[in-house]
């Protein structure tokens, strides 16, 4: 009878470790940044991958138009400059690991991962001082996300997060104080806090 009851629990204890990393009904899911984004040139997209019901794997990659923020566009346009002085692009490619306790891309979730991330950046502005800033700089940190994810239509989902990154920038920065100046070149290396958030429009498949 102990035999017995010593197999039941074994079987127990292997169909409950097979419940548990056998893979949601839907494993696989790709997204899209707001179409608010795009608008500006901004852009990104995710691929899930989801091993477990709770655990779910993204790679993240981002392209972001880099422009002076919507108040100093208009204070500039007001001034009769024709266009942001900022321009350029901030790329950047993650992995994160994510935790949903309720269900893959359902409720609340968590998410810890790492990023790479290249900043090509101009601002020339002939009433700012220095006139021209270029920077040239590469960033490896840590990222850290807390949000929540609705499912809709079924297989659709809809994700927000909020949190931040830390890791280290490294690269140059060039300027010029105005038209008559030689280049500056100055090397950069800092550590590199960043707020971080995302919302991702996407759909899941079955496996």
Not at 23 to 48: E, I, K, M, N, Q
Not at 72 to 96: C, K, M, N, Y
Not at 104 to 127: K, P
């Amino acid at each position: 009878m102990r035999y017995f009851a010593a197999v039941l629990l074994v079987l127990a204890t292997v169909r409950s470790l097979r419940a548990e990393s056998n893979p949601t009904d839907d494993r696989f899911a790709v997204a899209v940044s707001s179409p608010v984004s795009w608008v500006s040139s901004s852009l990104a997209g995710s691929l899930y991958y989801a091993p477990t019901q709770h655990q779910v794997l993204r790679l993240n990659v981002a392209s972001y138009a880099n422009q002076d923020p919507l108040l100093f566009q208009v204070a500039a346009i007001a001034a009769g400059a024709d266009e942001s002085t900022l321009t350029g692009r901030t790329t950047d490619v993650g992995v994160g690991w994510m935790y949903f306790p309720r269900r893959a891309w359902s409720g609340m979730f968590v998410e810890a991962g790492a990023l790479v991330r290249v900043r090509r950046l101009t601002d020339n502005d002939s009433n700012g001082y220095p006139e021209l800033q270029i920077t040239d700089t590469q960033v490896i940190a840590a990222r850290a996300l807390a949000g929540w994810s609705w499912r809709v239509f079924g297989h659709g989902f809809i994700a927000v997060a909020a949190g931040g990154s830390g890791g280290y920038e490294w690269g140059k920065a060039i300027s010029q104080a105005d038209g008559n100046s030689p280049l500056v070149t100055t090397r950069v290396a800092k550590l590199d806090p960043e707020f971080e958030c995302f919302m991702r429009l996407g759909a899941t498949f079955d496996r």
